[in-house]
């Protein structure tokens, strides 16, 4: 079996995998969405010293699994590098002590593999990766080749949502607030511009319709000036301008390139209307949509736990002394994950 931890941001989570059936055994995961609701986003030294509370909770439940373990996997980036440091010296004190190798993951690489939780691994495959730090497509041929074909300029999908979320008081974690709030309002209420409309490049950009949205605030007088149904359209208005965005851009990807199948993963790919969306996409390129069980599209464990069943296969060993933090850079189109 394999036991991975995953500790990138604010979601403390442990898996038990077992090597010869791809069977998860055991999975746990501890929010801190609470915690961090009162300041409106992550606080990441506030992050940490609850990821050294809960880690060792969940690595205690795991205990009966031990003798059996034949590796240990852990997120090494990218990430808060305060909250990846908790996972890692776990990991690392584990893999010594039970002398075993040690497997590093690359979160984003994980959130791909969460296609295949307790499934054979399918490439190749077009990826739309959409979470509160990343938003980009990824050409994905196999295990050691993944090509970001486009990616974000600026503000993720899963930011803009949140942050959106915030200039109207809604409250943390703003996507799903936004889409429960959408499901309410008139998406045709406010003319908003969606990014980069007339423009030939395929990239995402959200920061400039994140400034038109608290423009627009501002102009019915302020977040305590809106009554709810100011804030159910514009949040409708928002999430559309949002969708047709990554629609036209995806679009362009699609017509250049014959891959049939294509996925969806990612925190905010729980969106069930942007799903939607590429449901009817896909079948208008006649491509296959993919996407992951809703639980596990945020941060968890048991995404990092599949990733490495491949990598064990592989041989992709660490020494425990060995492994670093690799601080995170903004990953650009045509580079390899």
Known sequence: MILSIESSCDDSSIAITE??????????????????????????????????????????????????????????????????LEGIAMAKTLAALQDIPL??????????YSLFIEKPTRFPMLVLLISGGHTMVVRVESFEKMEILATSMDDSVGESFDKTAKMMDLGYPGGPIIEEMA??????RFDLPVPLRNSKLIAFSLSGLKNAVRL??????????????????LAAS????????????????????????FAIVGGAS???YIRSAYETLCDEFGKKLHVAPLQY????????????LDAYEQKRFIDPNEIDLVSTKKQQAGTLL
Not at 216 to 233: C, N, T, V, Y
Not at 297 to 308: H, K, L, Q, T, V
């Open 19 to 84: 090597i010869a059936t791809r069977k998860l055994i055991y999975h746990k995961k501890i929010s801190q969405e609470a915690d961090h609701a009162c300041y409106g986003g992550v606080v990441p030294e506030l992050a940490s010293r609850l990821h050294a509370v809960a880690l060792p909770k969940l690595l205690g439940e795991t205990k009966p699994w031990f003798d059996k373990l034949k590796a240990v996997a852990v997120t090494n980036q990218p990430g808060l590098g305060v909250t990846l």
């Open 103 to 112: 497997i590093p993951v690359h979160h984003l690489k994980g959130h791909i």
């Open 183 to 188: 499901r309410q309002g008139d998406e045709n």
């Open 216 to 233: 627009m605030i501002e102009s019915l007088g302020g977040a305590e000036a809106m009554s709810r149904q100011d804030k159910r359209d």
């Open 238 to 261: 928002f999430q559309k301008a949002v969708k047709l965005h990554l629609l036209q851009k995806s679009k362009k990807i699609f017509k250049a390139d014959p891959i049939k199948d």
């Open 270 to 272: 729980a969106n069930l």
């Open 297 to 308: 599209c945020s941060d968890n464990a048991a995404m990092i736990g599949r990733y490495a």
